[in-house]
């Protein structure tokens, strides 16, 4: 007769130790006191738990999910009008907080994605922090963010930067609302225990040495000035990368391709590595009408939708997008993008990361059956 006796329901850590019918039972009990007491040593045993560490591919915890530009917008405006600066709305930043990442304010594991609202005439103060930031402009002009002293005009499509500690602080100069995406490593740096913040001393808002300083010097063209010092830091020293370049470069690129999509990485112009050690920074043009090809890669990516409108259909669940919506591509996801109308989509990841620890994978596959429809993020 097999031996159903199981290891006592009190061991803590997984007890999934095959026990075959001739095991006595004295022999079980003695099982069950041994990982009773290395519990209590704080030591647990691998093979009860090593097909879950050492998965044969990637088993990511982040979920695949979208936001729509309606619920973030209008959460954002009800956060205004109740959160004002006073009340701690200085960073008015709603956090999309990935469901598979058990309450963390993460998009993915690695990635912070958040949308920032900052009202007419408002503005945020001055701080540092050792996470990298980036800026993507999702509506409005008019807001001014300060990196060292190097004022950024911020417009819509742009992408700004804010490297690790360097002080930085936003300023709406118009009368209307203005909002960005924000993406940041701080799951990584927090990860790692490397946070450090600090507010600008003395004033909320730093001094201004000029306007578009980086742009000037580093901005537009394919030259590297000889600058002095210019060479330094493994962050990129231009710090706004206009949408009017990168849709041009987008424009002729596709005219020129025969795949469905294009893609530019932003990148450091010293040096030509990406924009930040942590973050990737690229943005994508979709032809109307014709699917990209399913591929797979290790790291996560969140996507901003820009301008156009289509789905795309991650690990067999189809998500519809449109303008301003963010969704998340998980690690290992099998992703294929599909635009009713040319598109532009703004994409983060943590590829510098994964390739810096030689992780990096890619695989392609054949199109994918659709299998279910994202219906989350409903209006509420
Ligand atoms: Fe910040």
Redesign the pocket.
């Known amino acids: 007769m097999a031996n159903h006796r199981e290891i006592p329901a009190q061991v803590r850590f997984p007890t999934a130790t095959e026990l075959d019918a001739e095991v006595p039972g004295q022999v079980i009990t003695e099982i069950a006191d041994l990982y009773t007491d290395l519990d209590a040593l704080n030591l647990q045993p691998l093979w009860t738990q090593n097909a879950r560490l050492l998965s044969k591919v990637p088993r990511p915890s982040a979920l695949p999910w979208l936001w729509r530009h309606g619920d973030l917008r209008r959460m954002a405006e009800r956060s205004k009008d109740l959160i004002t600066i006073s009340r701690g709305g200085d960073?008015r930043v709603l956090a999309l907080a990935n469901p598979g990442l058990g309450g963390k304010p993460f998009a993915t594991p690695t990635l912070w994605a958040a949308i920032q609202y900052l009202g007419g005439g408002e503005s945020a103060p001055g701080?540092?922090?050792s996470p990298a930031?980036i800026r993507f402009v999702l509506e409005g002009s008019g807001t001014i963010t300060t990196v060292d002293g190097d004022a950024c005009e911020m417009r819509s499509g742009d992408l700004i930067l804010?490297p690790p500690w360097q002080f930085?602080d936003h300023a709406n100069e118009s009368g209307s609302p203005m909002i960005w995406f924000d993406g940041l490593d701080l799951p990584i740096v927090s990860h790692l225990d490397a946070i450090f913040f600090e507010l600008f001393p003395g004033a909320d808002m730093q001094p201004v040495r000029g306007r578009n300083i980086s742009e000037g010097i580093y901005g537009g063209r394919a030259t590297v000035p000889r600058v002095e010092g210019s060479a330094t830091g493994p962050s990129s020293p231009l710090l706004v990368y206009r949408y009017e370049d990168t849709g041009k470069s987008l424009a002729a690129l596709l005219a020129h391709s025969a795949g469905p999509m294009v893609s530019l990485e932003y990148i450091n112009p010293v040096t030509g590595a990406g924009v930040l050690p942590t973050i990737g920074c690229y943005a994508h043009r979709i032809a109307a009408r014709r699917p990209t090809v399913p591929r797979r890669e290790v790291g996560s990516s969140v996507f901003v939708v820009y301008r156009g409108s289509g789905k795309s259909i991650i690990d067999g669940v189809e998500f519809a997008w449109g303008e301003g919506d963010v969704f998340v591509v998980p690690s290992w996801a099998c992703v294929e993008h599909h635009a009713n109308v040319e598109s532009d989509l703004f994409s983060i990841t943590d590829q510098p990361v994964i390739k810096a620890l030689g992780l990096y994978r890619e695989d392609f596959e054949a199109a994918q059956k659709v299998v279910g429809v994202f219906e989350g993020g409903n209006d509420v």
């Open positions: 960073r701080h540092r922090h930031a804010t930085h």
